[in-house]
């Protein structure tokens, strides 16, 4: 793989994450696109346990925050996965968040281990997922 990226896998979903290296401006189609790319799409947090997986291994490689496919620009408050247009299911928030801030705040990052809404179009890096048709086609 590229040394654009990171990745690692989480056999309990059968997928592995692709963490971007650079910073850049988040937009969720472009990026989507890069995921596909790679096969994937914007990573979409099914569960508790794929959250605190996930918010381990950008633990491992970021400060912290990084963009997921989550995002509310259809329709404000109701939170969808850009790629599979699913809803996002309860996971865990920060404290205070989705405040929408300043009107302004439809695309998601994990800010650690929770989550917080942000203005799609800042600046930061993003998390692909891609299925695993087979377990052990990495590592
Ligand atoms: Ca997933
Ligand atoms: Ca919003
Ligand atoms: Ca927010």
């Not at 040394?3 to 592995?16: A, Q, R």
């Not at 990573?43 to 959250?51: F, K, N, P, V």
């Not at 920060?94 to 799609?120: A, I, Q, R, T, Y």
């Amino acid at each position: 793989m590229p040394s654009y990226w990171v990745s690692k896998v989480f056999p309990l979903t059968n997928s592995v994450y692709f963490l971007s290296k650079r910073k850049q401006k988040f937009f969720l189609h472009p990026m989507n696109e890069l995921c596909k790319n790679i096969g994937g799409y914007l990573a979409e947090i099914d569960s508790r346990d794929e959250q605190n997986f996930v918010a381990g291994f950008i633990k491992a490689h970021t400060k912290r925050f990084a963009f997921i496919g989550a995002n509310d620009v259809r329709r404000e408050g109701t939170f969808v996965y850009y790629n599979s247009k699913t809803p996002v299911p309860a996971l865990k928030w920060c404290p205070g968040e989705p405040d929408n801030f300043l009107n302004s705040e439809d695309c998601v990052e994990f800010w650690s281990s929770c989550l917080n809404d942000l203005n799609c179009g800042y600046i930061g890096q993003y998390i692909c997922e891609l299925r695993l048709k087979r377990p052990d086609m990495f590592n």
